[in-house]
């Protein structure tokens, strides 16, 4: 099976940076992807890797080792509205086509 | 491209009522994701279905639940005789080729009471 473990919470202040981990456990791996949820809104795709480094798109940037079985999402430059619950998600070959989502960071930017 | 669209938003439903959802996904998507969401977790994974063939079952799902998509287009997810525990977010979600970037419908919010 797999499994997925990431803080809960986060507080952070506006215009800060925040880094998110994730931690994994997959017999086949294939990639680590990331995704932002407002309260009460759809999971949003931001990144994904599946090979080792650092992956930046804009404000976002995705961080991923393979052999440490560790990713991280860093945000540079908070605002408000990165205050979201941001999920780690794994697919791997056992798994087929499904993504195994972790249990979210609730990220707080605070003024 | 109007993104994944699911309908109803809000369902309130009686115990033992059968309830039925619907997802259109992203038109040129031939990938389709049934996940289920209660507050304060991640999605968790229901089914898939590949154009209208379902390729993989969680093991979550009980015999009550059944997906369709029988064009390869549309799905629907049934629930039977629902029950109090299957009150959550069902969330639909469509990609293009392999599954690693999904994009997520507005979900529907079930509340069985």
């Known amino acids: 099976g797999q499994s997925l473990e990431q803080p809960s919470e986060v507080t952070a202040v506006e215009g800060a940076i925040v880094q998110i981990n994730c931690t994994y456990q997959t017999s086949g791996f294939y990639g680590l992807s990331w995704y932002q949820q407002h309260d009460g809104g759809a999971p949003t795709f931001l990144s994904y890797n599946a090979l080792d480094g650092l992956e930046e798109t804009g404000r976002f940037s995705s961080f991923l080792s393979r052999s440490d079985s560790y990713g991280y999402l860093l945000l540079q430059e908070l605002q408000m509205k990165d205050s979201a619950s941001y999920f780690c998600a794994v697919r791997d070959e056992d798994a087929g086509n499904m993504l195994t989502f972790g249990g979210g960071t609730r990220l707080m930017v605070k003024p | 491209d109007t993104g994944v669209s699911q309908d109803p938003r809000h369902k309130i439903t009686k115990r033992g009522q059968n309830v039925t959802f619907r997802c259109d996904p992203i038109?040129?998507?031939?990938?389709l994701y049934w996940y289920r969401q209660t507050l304060g977790q991640g999605p968790e994974f229901l089914t898939y279905?590949?154009?209208?063939?379902?390729?993989?079952k969680s093991r979550l799902l009980s015999d009550r639940f059944s997906a369709e998509r029988p064009k390869g287009s549309f799905s629907t997810l049934e629930i039977q005789r629902t029950e109090q525990g299957d009150s959550a977010m069902y969330l639909c979600a469509s990609s293009k080729g392999q599954g690693d970037t999904q994009y997520f419908g507005p979900g529907t919010r079930l509340t069985v009471l």
């Open positions: 279905f590949q154009n209208e063939a379902q390729l993989e």
């Open positions: 038109s040129e998507h031939n990938r």
